[in-house]
């Protein structure tokens, strides 16, 4: 069975841009959710979907956005690029309801962010 | 929001020697506690979890410990091997409002096995 996919690896943009990151979690799983990695500060809870409903939202300016399809794969979306923003964006699928059920988190390999 | 402290954020062991992160939490209604590990460069795994009906579980040489009065757990790593070098993160599910739950994590401890 193929992992939570992520693309692109990496991305390099300049402040101001907008740019959307891809999910796409394990076959057979609903769930999907985002962190932020950075250096020291671990992982940030960005949102989670379930059914393509966001369920739950981290304390993340309103920049940040997602949304999940019926196939269950997941965007989000990051408007006005800032220097802080730079950071790993993993996304993690769980089979059922996810944070709600307590599940275990399967993590993609992330989408480095780059903003210069 | 809720939070989960973890400590120390650096720790580096001799090859066989036992390894300790202690984690804390704020919540006392959270009831689900993993732990992931993530190598160098790799995405991060979950190595054990514990649920607040448990106060110890162990797989192995690794073992965590959960005492829900004092609201702190533990990651305990027995004869620790070069290949336990990595980032370990502890997290804690709290709950948000009627059902919905909420996984946070710590900011992670680098663990360094020097043979």
């Known amino acids: 069975k193929a992992g939570v996919t992520q693309t692109p690896r990496y991305l390099i943009k300049t402040r101001g841009q907008q740019v959307t990151l891809s999910c796409s979690p394990i076959?057979?799983?609903?769930?999907v959710s985002w962190y932020q990695q950075t250096p020291g500060q671990g992982l940030q809870f960005l949102f989670e979907?379930?059914?393509?409903?966001?369920?739950n939202k981290g304390n993340f300016p309103g920049r940040f956005s997602g949304r999940q399809f019926s196939n269950s794969r997941s965007e989000m979306n990051v408007s006005t690029l800032e220097l802080g923003d730079s950071a790993l964006y993993l996304c993690?699928?769980?089979?059922?309801?996810?944070?709600?059920?307590?599940?275990?988190?399967?993590f993609g390999s992330g989408t480095q962010l780059s903003v210069l | 929001g809720e939070n989960v402290e973890q400590h120390p954020s650096t720790l580096s062991v001799q090859e066989g020697d036992s390894a300790v992160i202690k984690c804390t939490y704020s919540?006392?209604?959270?009831?689900?506690f993993p732990w992931y590990k993530q190598e160098l460069g790799k995405r991060p795994q979950l190595i054990i979890d514990?649920?607040?009906?448990?106060g110890e579980k162990k797989d192995q040489r690794i073992a965590v410990t959960l005492n829900k009065t004092a609201k702190h757990f533990s990651l305990h790593i027995t004869e620790t091997q070069p290949e336990d070098s990595a980032v370990y993160f502890c997290?804690?599910?709290?709950?948000?409002?009627?059902?919905?739950?909420?996984?946070?994590f710590g900011s992670g401890t680098q663990l360094t096995v020097l043979p």
């Open positions: 993690a699928s769980s089979l059922g309801q996810g944070a709600a059920t307590n599940e275990k988190l399967f």
């Open positions: 997290a804690a599910s709290f709950l948000i409002s009627g059902s919905a739950r909420q996984l946070t």
């Open positions: 514990i649920r607040s009906n448990v």
């Open positions: 076959s057979g799983h609903r769930s």
């Open positions: 919540d006392s209604a959270s009831n689900y």
């Open positions: 979907y379930f059914s393509e409903t966001q369920r």
